[in-house]
């Protein structure tokens, strides 16, 4: 299966653009030439400051991905798009014995695993009708190994990232690239919320290394993007069983 998905031209929707990794990720679709790009965002005076940098191409989009009739509304008002980057996200700081662990799952799935069915509920006609384009879902590093001080965290990376292997293989038939993105610790506000900002490669750096990344895997039809040096190092481990079971038909030999 090889799907082909550029960039040029291209129209874009992005979850979470006001700030963090999502503003990057907005600056970059502009500097590699999108038609333009939707920010998807709870408030949409957030937007302001990519307008202001941006003019016209960025197009402000209210969004919540905890409520799904407002992606609803977002994807009729933005039924142009041709990519789909959701990256919208939310962290609490609970290991599995802490007194808020009930409390710190319910709101991570309720934004991590919800809101990424929801979007992909939502968006998935809109892509096929669009001739196919891209999925792309920010995941993490913790999707594959579970940091106990953010255990909940990592449990709703890692059910998000389940579900997107499922939209791998389902959307490909409708000619929908999906592409499961898995940086390390990146000097945002949520970074510094886990504490673990300290050691974060500097977010210009790390943000254009995912976009290259994220840019180069559209291009090449790859899934993974390990987009920063810890992630890379992990994606160094991880491709063996990728290519093995993840990416595979392990249906092929059974019996
Ligand atoms: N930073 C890291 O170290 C790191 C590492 C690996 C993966 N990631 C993933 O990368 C993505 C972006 O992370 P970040 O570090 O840029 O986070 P961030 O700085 O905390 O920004 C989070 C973004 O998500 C939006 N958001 C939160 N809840 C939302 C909701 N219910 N509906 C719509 N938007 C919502 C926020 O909007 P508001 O401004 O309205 O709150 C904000 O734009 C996340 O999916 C995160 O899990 C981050």
Redesign the pocket.
Known sequence: MSIQCEIENKIVLV?????????AIVDAFVANDAAKVYA????VD?VAPLREKHGETVVPVH?????PASITIAAAAANDVEIVVN?????RTASPLSDDAIDALTFEF???VF?LLHMARVFAPVLRENGGGAFVQ?????SMKCFPQIAT?SAS?AAAYSLTQALREELADQGTLVVS???????????T??G?AEG?EPPAVVAAALVAALVAALRAGEFHVFPDAMANRLGKAYRYFSQTVIEADVTEDAG
């Open positions: 979850t979470g653009a006001n700030r963090g990794i999502g503003a998807a965002v709870r408030r957030s969004m919540d991905l905890t409520d990256n919208a996200g939310v962290l309720s934004v991590n809101g920010l995941n993490s590093v913790v965290y990376k993105v898995h940086p390390g610790p990146i000097a945002t506000d949520m970074s919320a886990a673990v974060a």
